[in-house]
């Protein structure tokens, strides 16, 4: 006896005969193909996030902070409009002028301990990794399936431009990388 089912099917009847290939059934080349699109568009609006939220301005960050930065010495001012941190700045001195440390590390030697905000390289060159794998097995068991991985650095020491290193809530030293 053949049961007829038309609640969820767009075809007019579909029946419990044997299973054969139906002409709704997406080819693998089809399934592929929206996979990669729906991949592709994903990876555009993490890269349009990366590149929308990655920075702010020195202009900016004063903007926020207006009274911090009028009570400032012109020398100072000067110097976090340009973006630029300077031996004797108070963390929230640097701040306005660089913007949050990517990365800090506390340095302990025989003088005590030394607090380093180190920003990194502001190249963004992310890498890309796409996979595809097919898979099928005995009977109906077929498969398919994409991965993609993003990166945008390995957080290690060498990307770091600059560190700004604190002794006694000043700033005592800043490093920066020196191009060869």
């Known amino acids: ?31 592929l193909f929206r996979t990669l699109t729906i991949a592709a568009a994903s990876l555009l609006l993490l890269c349009a996030g990366f590149v929308s939220g990655c920075s702010s301005s020195p202009g900016s960050r ?18 976090i409009r340009a973006g630029k941190a300077e031996v004797g700045f108070t963390p929230d001195m640097v701040r306005l002028a660089l913007g949050e440390p990517d990365r ?17 390289a502001k190249s963004f060159a992310p890498s890309v990794s796409l996979g595809l794998g097919f898979g099928a097995g005995m009977g109906r068991g077929a498969g398919m399936g994409t991965g ?19 002794e006694g809530g000043k700033v005592s030293a800043i490093e920066q990388a020196s191009t060869r």
Do not use: C
Request: no cysteine; aromatic share 10%.
């Open 148 to 166: 993609i991985g993003i990166s945008t650095g390995g957080g290690d020491r060498a990307d770091d431009r600059m560190r700004v290193l604190f």
């Open 104 to 120: 800090l590390y506390v340095r302990t030697s025989e003088r005590g301990s030394t607090e380093v905000w180190a920003y990194a």
């Open 62 to 79: 004063i903007k926020k902070n207006q009274e911090l930065f009028d009570s400032l010495p012109p020398q100072a001012q000067a110097s």
């Open 1 to 31: 006896m053949k049961t007829k089912f038309r609640a969820f099917f767009p075809s007019p009847a579909i029946t419990s005969a044997p299973a054969t290939a139906s002409a709704h059934a997406p080819t693998p080349a089809s399934a």
